[in-house]
Nanobody, 117 residues
Framework: QVQLLESGGGLVQAGESLRLSCAATGRIFSIADMGWYRQAPGKQREWVATVTRGGSANYAVFVKDRFTVSRDNKNTLYLQMNSLKPEDTAVYYC????????????WGQGTQVTVSS
């Protein structure tokens, strides 16, 4: 099993920055890709960004050039969010995939990000 714990959410004004962290514990040797998803009130959860074990990153169009995803060699995942917009307001969830593809994804409990205009 893998446990994921997010931190770093909060309330900011439009144009400001936040950095989210996600610490992975447990069977971290089994983690492959890690990423971030978000869910706004009344909307479905959506993918934000992913970084592979090798460090390659991919982003959703709506955050590209504003957000940066990274992970360190201790399996801590980060999301640097710049130029935040009110529409970025959501609960942000950390996600990790196991190298054994038949094992369901791991999820954190989520951290709230609120951007005021």
């Amino acid at each position: 099993q893998v446990q994921l714990l997010e931190s770093g959410g909060g309330l900011v004004q439009a144009g400001e920055s936040l950095r989210l962290s996600c610490a992975a514990t447990g069977r971290i040797f089994s983690i492959a890709d890690m990423g971030w998803y978000r869910q706004a009130p009344g909307k479905q959860r959506e993918w934000v960004a992913t970084v592979t074990r090798g460090g390659s990153a991919n982003y959703a169009v709506f955050v590209k050039d504003r957000f940066t995803v990274s992970r360190d060699n201790k399996n801590t995942l980060y999301l640097q969010m710049n130029s935040l917009k009110p529409e970025d307001t959501a609960v942000y969830y950390c996600n990790a995939k196991d190298t054994l593809v038949w094992i369901p994804d791991y999820w954190g409990q989520g951290t709230q990000v609120t951007v005021s205009s």
